[in-house]
Each structure stands twice: as structure tokens, then as C-alpha cells.
């Protein structure tokens, strides 16, 4: 029963070590509401759990539906972001899995 537990223990840690050497890094900033709805889901109300991207990454829409590298920065709404800190730092570091 031990030897099962030590492996248990062991596979989780690595587990754990995988999955942080693959999350990319930045930072997350906020904006303020009024947040624009969707044009990539055809202007549907979807929350307001959003994170917006920069004009050069919109391209006009054709940023819909590809992976996108953020550069780092994550632009995340006001409510978004409130979850992750306190809205009064206004940006914080953070780690994320890309999908």
C-alpha cells in the first residue's frame, strides 16, 4: 500500500511540473464596461467573462476561431479580471494554457 501511495504521489508531482512548464507567461491587464459583444459569435451577448484583443490581432476578423498568440498581455474585462486580483493593481503577472 505504500509503494502504491509513493506512486501516486510521484506521478501527480509530475503531473503538476508538465503542466506548468507548458503554461505560457504574461501579464493580465483590465478594461472598463462597456464591453462590446462578440463579432466572432455573430454580436451574441456572451457575459461579461471576456478578454478583448489589440486592433493588430483583430485584423478586421479574421482572428476568429485561430489561436492567437497574445504577446504576453492579456486584456481581460473588468469582471474577468477581478476574479484573478484585486482590481486596484491594475496589472499582475500571470500564468495561462493557450487554447
Same mark, same amino acid.
Given at each position: 500500500?505504500?509503494?502504491?501511495?509513493?506512486?501516486?504521489?510521484?506521478?501527480?508531482?509530475?503531473?503538476?511540473?508538465?503542466?506548468?512548464?507548458?503554461?505560457?507567461?504574461?501579464?493580465? &491587464?483590465?478594461? @472598463?464596461?462597456?464591453?462590446?459583444?462578440? $463579432? !466572432?459569435?455573430?454580436? =451574441?451577448?456572451?457575459?461579461?467573462?471576456?478578454?478583448? &484583443?489589440?486592433? @493588430?490581432?483583430?485584423?478586421?476578423?479574421? $482572428? !476568429?476561431?485561430?489561436? =492567437?498568440?497574445?504577446?504576453?498581455?492579456?486584456?481581460?474585462?473588468?469582471?474577468?479580471?477581478?476574479?484573478?486580483?484585486?482590481?486596484?493593481?491594475?496589472?499582475?503577472?500571470?500564468?495561462?494554457?493557450?487554447?
Amino acid at each position: 500500500m505504500r509503494i502504491q501511495m509513493k506512486t501516486l504521489m510521484m506521478a501527480c508531482l509530475v503531473l503538476c511540473l508538465i503542466s506548468t512548464a507548458y503554461a505560457a507567461q504574461g501579464n493580465a &491587464v483590465y478594461y @472598463d464596461p462597456p464591453y462590446t459583444k462578440s $463579432a !466572432c459569435y455573430q454580436n =451574441q451577448d456572451h457575459g461579461t467573462m471576456v478578454t478583448g &484583443v489589440s486592433d @493588430d490581432l483583430w485584423d478586421g476578423g479574421r $482572428a !476568429c476561431g485561430r489561436r =492567437q498568440p497574445c504577446n504576453g498581455v492579456l486584456n481581460l474585462s473588468k469582471d474577468a479580471f477581478a476574479v484573478i486580483a484585486d482590481t486596484v493593481a491594475g496589472k499582475v503577472q500571470v500564468e495561462y494554457n493557450p487554447v
